[in-house]
């Protein structure tokens, strides 16, 4: 009787990126179907491999995915709408385009991809497929029966993954001519009968046990399902195959009455995020005698677990339930953490030892188990040696930056005046005329742009080549915005690869990984910056070249930031410091630059939080911890400077229809919202909330290369004013443009201009 070990999922990116280097020579018709399925066998046998060499004794198969794992259902259950399957494409074309979309003019095909959403508090996107009250599910393709057999063969047995029933259905999308009180939770009957057929062909193949995830049950939504889960697993039990429902991202609060009582052989928990949810499951679980996988390891961040710790947690389990019963395993999947730090040759051996990639969580879980069962190996030694390390690490703080948190003051966060009073000094200071144009902030990112970027970094460029480079760049930028006639200026930032690293690698307290990447979408990845210590701005970072911009042209230059909430969201956090002091400390750093730019002439400075929707915590009765120190980190940020600097922001997601008042209470002088793809219900939110300050809903979506119309543009304006004041109307695009060609941002920005101009005249 031994506790043993688990893992819950793996990153698909495949060593050296192979997987999206593979799909993308795909799409680009460079290897044929045949050579991208060998490639991806090769992943799927490399990941299997490593998890096992890492001695885990539960390894996933049927997590592998090309695009999206819910995607992979829908297409597995065959819920491929129609405008897909009418356009002739290959089974796995259609797949793609239900990811990505599809146009080949020459070919007459043109079909919009599915809508894609955040995953729940990640920055990973799936993709959901539309569903309608006629949606039928049928097994088409079998891949987690392909996958188990697929491990089989190569020797290897793995618990097949898949989406729980009742987490499948509650995060696909009702189909937009669905009638109004449609869900797709209403279909869960017809759905059913095909999971039973899944497990009981994994069962009749030699399977153990399968996961069946349901992180839908770390929601709010969770404690209303109750009837639903005791009917679905109920049915899913006829299968006879043991089921671990896993729970990952949060806690299950009250569902866990329900939880304990479902015909399943183990659930699992996220103990990482919520430690204290095990008291009362182990209270739960003992006398129905199931099993408990403790989620200790974090899927979610890339620290190193403190295993002596963890193994106390455990040790709870195992005398409540016995060690048979005990399985130690991952808080999540690991897909939101790269694959291993063996390839980081750049990190010093010191900070190698605070960190844990997926394959040194593998071997973490691993190390734990064999630790529950009595031997605390030399793994386990040395990890007791590097956590004591870091902490030391942890106690050598800026103490100069610590003071300057400590000393915050409410006023801080105020700017010197009300919103009425200083919109009317920036309208003397900054003279812009009515529905006043601009843009988000980047320009396209053409490759001459990224060349000199890559030859600066590898030293073929000296820094005053490259200097003059982006000095070009911005010139031109400036140059052609003001042909095209737009009121308020931006440099174009040519000189950022990404919003949130360049800031990062300009502050003290980040370190960089050279392949840690991971997934946002389909075959995009990023490689977020990690917080290790105290964050401080050793000198001024944009103002240089907002400062140069600003000298080539007479009209209003826009500075640009990345925001607090944002740089540290798409970072990974330190963990031994709160979130809201590391906001902080950006803030305080971003303050300093703020009124740094001030001071050069800057008029107009926006601070970017597309990300402050998307760490909104999943339980609403987390909601104001979090708000309160997000809004404070922004306005502390923004509030150091006088009242004539019009201080602008800027939101991607048109869905924080929840936090509008809070985005209120940034008191920024200007936002702008990503509004095309949601017109109707952000126009009902206007009218709902109101909105006082300065605001630009999008006119047009940046995100497809489609030039809009001026009549288009026209008619979206004349709809805001019918819910927003003309003269708090500003006129820009959704978001930045640097993914855009040349070409067809000019064709749009021309178009925006004359609309704006009518509107002057019309509204
Ligand atoms: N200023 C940034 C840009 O224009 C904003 C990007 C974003 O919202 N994601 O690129
Ligand atoms: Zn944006």
Redesign the pocket.
Known sequence: MSVKSAVLGYPRVGVNRAQKKATEAYWAGKISEQELQTASQAVRKERWEAIKAAGVDIIPSGDFTLYDGLLDHSFNFNVVPERFTKQGLSPLDTYFAMGRGRQDRAKGIDVAANEMGKFFDSNYHIVKVDHAPTTEFKLVRNQWLEEYKEAKDLGIETRPVLFGPITYLALVRASRDAPADFQPLDLLDKLVPVYVEVLKSLKEAGAQSVQLDEPILVTDKAEAYGDLYKKVYAELAAAELPITLTTAYGRVGKSLDYLKDLPIASLHLDLNREPQQLDAALEALKPTGKGIELGLISGRNIWKNDLAASKKLAEKAVAALGADKVVVSTSSSLLHTPISLKVETKLTPEQVAWLAFADEKCEEVATLAAALNGEENEAFQKNTKDIAARREFETTSDSAVRDRVQAITPEMSKRKSDFSVRSKVQAEAIKLPKFPTT????FPQTKEIRVARAKFGKGELTKEQYEKAMEDEIKSVVDIQERLDLDLL?HG?PE?ND?VQYFGELLNGFIFTQLGWVQSYGSRYVRPPIVVSDISRPAPMTVRWSSYAQSVSKKPMKG?L?GPV?ILNWSFPRADVSKEVQAKQLALALRDEVIDLANAGISAI?V?E??IREGLPLRKEDWDAYLNWAVESFRLSTSGVEDKTQIHS???YSDFDDIFPHIQALDADVISI?ASKADLKLLDTFKEFGYKNDIGPGVYDIHSPRVPSEQEIKDKLAAFVKVIPAERLVVNPD????TRAWKETEESLTNLVNAAKWARENL
């Open positions: 843009t988000i902030g980047s931006v930032e950022r919003m640009m990345t944002t926006q970017d597309p990300a800027h939101f991607c990503e978001c930045g443009l640097k």
